[in-house]
């Protein structure tokens, strides 16, 4: 598969995307982790104009509905500060384990690093229409149930779940598309 089969193709329009750990390795299991995922997002938010319509991480990858004049550079931007914390974070806490499953699961043509958080490219899917929304935030916010870890969406805390059941989430989030966004 090509590392771009995947394109962010319309500007300013809700994308899915989905990022995923190498090796599908466990590293949001750690809460020091997901908090440079939160701290990321929220960066993004207030100073690139990043409109997230839901989210969940799970231990080892990440699905957002989002939108940005320049999606694919925030996107960019979100894995590379991410990796960079987390990997600085694994260092600190000498998790040697984790980081030579980072460091082999690293491509050769890596050569300006010593590890591999993220695997190459997004996974960015246009929401074309108000079904296909619903949807994906649905799919999303089951991820943690059908994983067996809650048996009610709202109680995973790494979601947008609890936005739209009313209460109050980890992450600002746009409900904007529930009273009408217009689709490409």
């Given at each position: 598969?090509a590392?771009?089969?995947?394109?962010?193709?319309?500007?300013?329009?809700?994308?899915?995307?989905?990022?995923?750990?190498?090796?599908?390795?466990?590293?949001?299991?750690?809460?020091?982790?997901?908090?440079?995922?939160?701290?990321?997002?929220?960066?993004?938010?207030?100073?690139?104009?990043l409109?997230?319509?839901?989210?969940?991480?799970?231990?080892?990858?990440?699905?957002?509905?989002?939108?940005?004049?320049?999606?694919?550079?925030?996107?960019?931007?979100?894995?590379?500060?991410?990796?960079?914390?987390?990997?600085?974070?694994?260092?600190?806490?000498?998790?040697?384990?984790?980081?030579?499953?980072?460091?082999?699961?690293?491509?050769?043509?890596?050569?300006?690093?010593?590890?591999?958080?993220?695997?190459?490219?997004?996974?960015?899917?246009?929401?074309?229409?108000?079904?296909?929304?619903?949807?994906?935030?649905?799919?999303?916010?089951?991820?943690?149930?059908?994983?067996?870890?809650?048996d009610?969406?709202?109680?995973?805390?790494?979601?947008?779940?609890?936005?739209?059941?009313?209460?109050?989430?980890l992450?600002?989030?746009?409900?904007?598309?529930?009273?009408?966004?217009?689709?490409?």
């Amino acid at each position: 598969m090509a590392r771009d089969r995947y394109k962010v193709v319309v500007r300013d329009q809700p994308h899915f995307v989905t990022c995923t750990v190498v090796s599908w390795i466990p590293i949001f299991a750690r809460p020091e982790a997901v908090e440079k995922v939160l701290d990321s997002l929220r960066f993004l938010q207030k100073h690139e104009h990043l409109i997230l319509y839901a989210f969940v991480i799970m231990e080892n990858h990440v699905h957002l509905i989002a939108s940005a004049e320049d999606l694919p550079n925030n996107l960019q931007r979100f894995k590379s500060f991410t990796a960079r914390g987390i990997i600085d974070f694994l260092t600190e806490r000498r998790e040697r384990h984790i980081l030579e499953q980072l460091g082999r699961a690293k491509l050769p043509h890596k050569q300006d690093r010593d590890h591999q958080l993220w695997q190459e490219g997004v996974h960015a899917i246009l929401i074309q229409d108000e079904a296909m929304m619903r949807q994906k935030v649905e799919y999303m916010h089951a991820n943690p149930v059908r994983r067996g870890y809650v048996d009610d969406p709202t109680h995973w805390r790494y979601s947008s779940a609890r936005n739209y059941a009313g209460q109050a989430g980890l992450l600002d989030v746009s409900l904007a598309w529930e009273e009408g966004i217009r689709f490409t």
